[in-house]
């Protein structure tokens, strides 16, 4: 038999609550029967003193031996006091024990009134005594004394206690058989918990626990189960990312290496190919700036260490800014970029310098994978935000891959990544910087035809944000 | 729960309506026999509300898993 500690904890407190329930029940009905059968004996033995007093009062010769009959019968003693204050004895009887006999006693009672009291005799049984004046004509003149004997009662009343003790323990022991049940079975789920918990303290989060209540031990089951779920992604994201982080990283530190290598040994043949080489050095260490900067500020926003410098802003300005540095790049390729500014946008709050990131990071992304056409940004305001799209006419992304397009790392062309260059962070700062400042950002794109990335910034939302700065 | 635990717990309530129904009857003299045929009759009594909860929730067990 196991016993386990939450199991016990539950079992001892409802036994020492069914242990002071018994023990006060028990006491309360032990002093209920005894006061009753106290009461009830000396309602007799009173009714039988008065009927003993009413035949003592008549004066006959025969009371004396009617009253010791009717005593017999009625299983008490009397005893008759004289109004000297002796005894009354038939011959040949026995002189009895009189100790319970005191003197204030038979003044009162030679003074007309009665007494009544309980007494032990030398074995430590209880009678009971009632004593009364025998008055004949206005005079009192002797008394009577009624004994009677509580053993009968008190036994009574010992056997009714055994057999009380005995349901009391009958009570104990089913109570005893229902708490192992009950405490096993409400503990089971705790104890699946903890064992749980432990094993994904070792690092097995891929267990789960079977919750079949509703109640809240079952939401705090289903709470550990996505607890366990949200690890294990954290531990599979972090994989991913390590994995993918060391691929980015080896990637141009090889072309490093391999350009640097030919370089150093002097297996050039021309200076065209030594500047060709110079140039990829070059490409691939800047590319590895842009990655190296890219990471930190993605390790910062996820830390939670970027603050960001909230202030009234206008996304005209800050469009065409970054609008200025790409026009270069978009030349090179020829592609036409233009701006669809409208008038009466309203000023949102947000970072001025991120924002610009954003914008940066949507624009070079949209230049990096479109060959021919046009780059178009749009900023417009419905009643509800300001919504800011940036379209391109570029090679598009599947619907299958627009739920991943903003993980880190996430590749549209995997094959081809190198070609178009980037970090494969950009987006995932996007979605970051977007989010930090009360915005969301949405994706439409169609293979062959085009990508729109909008920002939607809620005019609600950015009052509600209007005192964070 | 193991089956050591079951049988510890209804050897513990046996005991328990045993001692129950000695002290009950303990004025009616009755003879051993008769004490043991009330206390089958109580233990029957006292296992319907078991096996009704019991077959109560294999019903709603089943009938959730249909």
Redesign the interface.
């Known amino acids: ?2 016993i386990n500690r939450i199991g016990l904890k539950l079992g001892a407190a409802v036994l020492v609550l069914m242990i002071v329930v018994l023990v006060s029940s028990g006491l309360a009905v032990d002093r209920l029967f005894t006061n009753f059968y106290d009461a009830q004996m000396k309602d007799n033995t009173q009714e039988v003193a008065a009927h003993f007093v009413t035949m003592a009062e008549s004066n006959d010769t025969s009371s004396q031996s009617m009253i010791r009959a009717f005593a017999k019968f009625s299983s008490v003693r009397v005893f008759w006091l004289t109004d000297e204050g002796k005894i009354l004895t038939f011959p040949g009887e026995k002189q009895p024990d009189l100790s319970f006999i005191r003197a204030r006693d038979t003044e009162r009672l030679h003074s007309g009134r009665s007494i009544a009291f309980q007494n032990y005799d030398r074995h430590g049984n209880r009678f009971y005594v009632i004593g009364k004046p025998v008055r004949i004509g206005k005079n009192t003149r002797s008394a009577i004394y009624i004994v009677s004997s509580m053993k009968k009662i008190d036994d009574s009343l010992q ?1 009714l206690r055994n ?2 003790m ?2 009391g ?10 708490i ?2 009950m405490s ?2 409400l503990s ?1 789920p705790l104890l699946q918990m903890q064992q749980m918990t432990n094993k994904m303290a070792k690092g097995n989060w891929e267990t789960r626990l079977q919750v079949r209540s509703r109640d809240e031990i079952g939401m705090l089951g289903h709470s550990i189960n996505d607890l366990a779920a949200s690890l294990q992604r954290y531990r599979d994201t972090r994989r991913a990312f390590f994995s993918n982080i060391s691929h980015e990283l080896r990637t141009p530190v090889t072309y490093l290496q391999g350009y640097a290598k030919v370089l150093k040994d002097g297996l050039v043949d021309s200076d065209k190919e030594k500047k060709q080489y110079l140039s990829i050095i070059y490409q691939e260490s800047i590319r590895l700036e842009h990655l190296i900067n890219d990471l930190f500020a993605l390790s910062k926003i996820e830390e939670g260490q970027i603050k960001l410098n909230m202030e009234w802003m206008d996304l005209k300005t800050t469009i065409k800014t970054a609008v200025q540095k790409v026009k270069l790049k978009a030349e090179e390729k020829r592609l036409s970029l233009q701006l669809d500014l409208h008038d009466h946008v309203p000023l949102i709050r947000g970072d001025h310098k991120r924002m610009e990131q954003v914008l940066l990071n949507l624009l070079e992304n949209a230049i990096r994978y479109t060959e021919k056409g046009s780059v178009l940004v749009r900023l417009t305001t419905t009643k509800e935000a300001t919504v800011l799209s940036v379209s391109d006419t570029g090679i598009g992304i599947s619907e299958e891959e627009l739920p991943y397009i903003f993980e880190r790392f996430y590749r549209v062309e995997k094959s081809r990544a190198r070609e178009y260059g980037g970090t494969g962070l950009g987006l995932s700062i996007v979605k970051k910087f977007v989010e930090m400042q009360g915005g969301t950002v949405r994706i439409d794109s169609q293979i062959g035809v085009g990508t729109t990335f909008t920002l939607i910034f809620t005019h609600e939302k950015k009052q509600k944000r209007g005192g964070m700065s | ?2 089956k ?3 049988f ?17 009857n ?1 004025f009616g003299h009755e003879s051993f026999f008769a004490f043991g045929r009330i206390l089958f009759k109580v233990c029957m009594w006292a296992a319907c509300p078991g096996v009704l909860v019991g077959s109560l929730y294999l019903w709603f067990h089943y009938r959730n898993k249909g």
Do not use: E, P, V, Y
Not at chain 1, 169 to 178: D, I
């Open positions: 038999m196991t056997r057999l009380l005995l349901s323990l009958g009570a104990f022991l089913l109570a005893l058989g229902m192992l049940i096993k079975l089971r | 729960m193991k050591i635990d079951w510890f717990s209804i050897f513990l309530i046996i005991m328990g309506l045993t001692c129950l129904l000695f002290s009950a303990a």
